[in-house]
């Protein structure tokens, strides 16, 4: 070990300033101690002004850590009393709820309490696709979908079914098919008779065809589109009539929320089925939103009105708002506005009679998987702690039923 001179005078300090302190020292000669001791006396004093000033600031952030847990318990106390979503919106006559994924729902407890605690209509995410349920042209499996909709039974909740006809989760020997047209036919007839069969009375609304519709309007070039030709719409919404005359039939799409050339097109899409008699009975928008182009609310609002004048409903059927992390407050507050601008949209129309959401709890999203540097986009965190988006809902639903009764005393007084 070797000691530089800076080593060897630190060391003469340290000693000189021990010895002095321990009243041991002996000078060697022509030292002036005098000094010295000055210099100890006053780091003494510095130590003993530090040490107070550091009792002082624990005892400060011990009152603030005990505030902070008065604060907890008070708005745990609070949570318990705000009612959950599917109380509040029932004083409304408007159904509420989230998509459901079918692993989750069997393997995780806090989100199935989650999710009949607080949603009177559930969406299963995947489940009833055309892949998960046809896997094969001999092979139905309905195993998991029939588990999410005893649980919808179980817990009072109902179910929208999605979806029968779409381009995507399509099991190979579709997408790799090479049939006539008359066998296309064939095949989306019994897969759509096969399914919607199978849930006869248990689907309150079905995604009968959903993205039919491009960006500029035009038909998408789906293998139904090519295999069946544009009649394949009309078909599929007669042949899930005749399986469940009951359910609700419903075209479903993104990006047709507002105004624009694509609601135009969807818009002429349905009341073009309406014209030729095709049972449909609403249209669902999407919702799958973000905080850089969020949807205009007026415009949203006079989509679901000249669909109104159509006699048709409306569904908000996958609202989620994606963020780009970072997750700040600010844009958690801003996704929290979005939520209750567009739900106060449905609640003021009268065809909008679901609000449904992509999901509940950012611990399970399809966000992350599909946007790049995108989350958090629902109301729930990934604990299960209610976000500044359910609040807003909560509020939206409580403010509107306060209107909805002092409209009726206003009505009673007169
Ligand atoms: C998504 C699911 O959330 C994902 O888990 C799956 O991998 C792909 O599909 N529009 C729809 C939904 O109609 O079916 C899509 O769901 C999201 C976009």
Redo the contacts with the bound molecule.
């Keep these: 070990m070797s000691f530089s001179k800076k080593d060897l005078a630190v060391g003469t300090i340290i000693g000189l300033i021990v010895g002095v302190v321990a009243g041991s020292f002996v000078a060697p000669a022509g030292v002036d101690t005098t000094e010295l001791e000055k210099g100890v006396n006053e780091l003494e004093e510095q130590v003993k002004t530090l040490t107070i000033a550091i009792n002082q600031k624990n005892s400060q952030i011990s009152n603030l850590q005990s505030q902070v847990r008065e604060l907890q318990l008070h708005i745990e106390e609070l949570e318990k009393i705000v009612p959950p979503l599917r109380s509040l919106a029932e004083a409304h006559g408007i159904l509420i709820g989230a998509?459901v994924d079918a692993e989750k729902l069997k393997r995780d407890a806090q989100y199935a309490e989650t999710l009949s605690r607080e949603f009177n209509i559930l969406t299963p995410?995947?489940a009833m696709k055309f892949d998960s349920v046809h896997p094969s042209r001999n092979e139905y499996d309905f195993s998991e979908p029939d588990a999410i909709v005893s649980f919808a039974r179980a817990n009072d909740m109902k179910v929208r079914g999605?979806?029968l006809v779409w381009h995507?989760?399509l099991p190979s020997w579709i997408r790799e098919g090479d049939f006539t047209p008359e066998e296309w036919r064939d095949i989306l007839r019994e897969h759509i008779l096969t399914e919607a069969k199978h849930y006869k009375g248990q689907i309150y609304a079905w995604d009968v065809v959903?993205?039919a519709v491009e960006e500029d309007g035009s038909l998408r070039d789906t293998v139904w589109l090519q295999g069946i030709g544009p009649e394949y719409l009309d078909l599929a919404f007669r042949w899930a009539h005749e399986a469940d005359p009951e359910a609700l039939l419903f075209y479903?799409d993104?990006g047709a929320e507002g105004l624009g050339s694509k609601s135009d097109a969807v818009y002429n899409l349905v009341k073009g089925l309406l014209e030729r008699g095709v049972p449909i009975h609403g249209v669902g928008l999407?919702m799958?939103v973000s905080l850089e182009e969020p949807p205009n609310p007026q415009d949203v609002a006079a989509n679901i009105k000249r669909l109104n004048d159509l006699g048709l409903e409306v569904h908000i059927t996958?609202m989620d708002v994606r963020i780009r992390e970072p997750a700040t407050e600010e844009k958690l507050a801003q996704q929290a506005k979005l939520y209750r601008e567009m739900l106060e949209v449905c609640l003021s129309a009268e065809n909008c009679k679901a609000f449904v959401m992509?999901g509940f709890t950012d611990a399970h999203s399809?966000i992350p998987g599909f946007y790049r540097g995108y989350g958090f986009a629902l109301i729930f965190d990934d604990s299960y702690r209610a976000k500044p988006a359910y609040y807003a809902l909560a509020y939206a639903l409580a403010e509107g039923s306060n209107r909805a009764s002092d409209a009726s005393s206003e009505n009673q007084d007169a």
């Design positions: 998509a995410e995947n999605h979806t995507e989760a959903n993205e479903n993104y999407q799958h996958e992509w399809w």
